[in-house]
């Protein structure tokens, strides 16, 4: 079957030792905002780069800092790449830029640039600019990570941004990054207290939209599960993964979570469910006062503010603290 699993996680000293061991079961990697926070703030892999870019502004620290790392896990997975199995990695644009159409499409290209391997796709939040940016990026031949898609009507703007762009250029490989995990954060409480079953919005949401993107046929495009790591303990590591696995899809997830479906996964096929199952779900949900329109806009609302916060908290960093 053709199933991919993504790694969504980058850290320097990782990428020169356990990343080498987990190419070919892993056949990509993402980063964010919030990964690269961590990797940066709490390793001492970045010290000596750092030590070099005195001079620079917290920003061009940073970008110096990602460029590297995802260079290297480019250069990593160019192999795969060259023999048509993915070998993709992804870097994010500043999220501070999700309402800067040109801002977004200069940046998208300055880190091309700097990273000059055919292997990168450029992330961009699904917000009215984002898939103005997108469409550009597509017509010019630019991979794009459409990131913090939620909802259905993001998945199918975003569609149809990438479907105009693909009539100008048809070099693109794409993928829609569907988030999954946070749904359940936020409304397994109230499900549970009404006896409605639980950790089910976020992949019933995820299988609605993997059926819109597989009817569209959009050349080189594909639904990318992300937000797939577990944030409750009830639930196995292995949890979103073993229930999206599917034809054409790919799964970007925590090691933890990929050591775990490894070990101790499900990886018969589960999607797709019936367009009238999702329905039926979707209805049951209505009837007990769930507003999956308002869910959608507070979780895509916080998905932006929490990557903004982690940007800005390592340009903060950068530019005070002289340990660093």
Known sequence: MNYSLWLDF???????????????????????PSIFKDA?????????????????SPKEKYEALAVEDIKTAAKLLLPLFEKGKYGFVSIEVDPR?????????????????????????????????????IEE????????????IFSPHQASE???????????????????????????RKLDPYLKAQGLPTGKVGIM?????????????????KTLFASTGVKDD????????????????????PLEAIKSFLQEGDNREKLPY???????FFNRLKAHRIDMKKVYYELLEEGLKAFIEAFEEILKELDESIHL
């Open 40 to 56: 940066i703030l709490n390793s001492n892999a970045y010290k000596e780069q750092l030590s070099q870019l005195k001079n620079l």
């Open 274 to 280: 019936s367009n009238e199952e999702i329905e039926e």
């Open 234 to 253: 009830s639930y196995p590591k292995h949890y979103y993964i073993s229930n999206l696995v599917a034809q054409d899809a790919i799964n970007t997830a």
């Open 10 to 32: 980058i850290e320097r000293d990782f990428l020169k030792t356990e990343f080498k061991q987990l190419l070919g079961t892993i056949t990509g990697a993402t980063s964010n």
């Open 137 to 148: 990026l597509v017509a010019q031949g630019v991979n794009v990570n459409a990131t913090l």
């Open 158 to 184: 975003c569609l149809d941004a990438m479907e105009r762009g693909f009539k100008k250029n048809k070099n693109s490989n794409c993928v829609l990054s569907v988030f999954v995990s946070r749904f359940d």
């Open 205 to 221: 949401n995820a299988a609605k939209i993997y059926n819109m993107v597989r009817k569209r046929e959009l050349p080189n495009t």
């Open 97 to 133: 830029l999700k309402d800067d159409v040109d801002g977004t499409i200069n940046e998208a290209k300055r880190l091309l640039s700097k990273i000059d391997l055919p292997n990168v796709m450029i992330k961009i939040p699904v917000t009215p600019a984002g898939c103005e940016a």
